[in-house]
Nanobody, 123 residues
């Protein structure tokens, strides 16, 4: 099956940039018509969709995060990455990379998840 694995530093200083990479195996990030998303869960809060990069390289962002968020990909490595700039302690969360099968009429369908990575932003 498809597997996703997050990697990156678990501790980031306030005002710096959070950078995470998702390595995908068992399927290509360029395969139609999947979307590859970043979702986070702050402590004691629900899941928050941050953004996604589509099979064709198109990007989409949560409006409230758009000015600080960049999602990119390296197709030669079958990886996609997240950069979140100017972070604050409010960005402390478990970060997940996720595949979205994007079934028309049903909304997001997050069928495969990474295990998540804890990222703490120091104050």
């Amino acid at each position: 099956q498809v597997q996703l694995q997050e990697s990156g530093p678990g501790l980031v200083k306030s005002s710096q940039t959070l950078s995470l990479t998702c390595t995908v195996s068992g399927g290509s990030i360029t395969t139609s018509y999947y979307y590859w998303s970043w979702i986070r869960q702050p402590p004691r809060k629900g899941l928050e969709w941050m953004g996604a990069i589509a099979y064709d390289g198109s990007t989409y962002y949560r409006p409230s995060l758009k000015s600080h968020t960049s999602i990119s990909r390296d197709t030669s490595k079958n990886q996609f990455s997240l950069q979140l700039s100017s972070v604050t302690p409010e960005d402390t969360a478990v970060y997940y990379c996720v595949r979205d099968s994007n079934v028309y009429g049903l909304g997001p369908q997050y069928d495969y998840w990474g295990q998540g990575i804890q990222v703490t932003v120091s104050s």
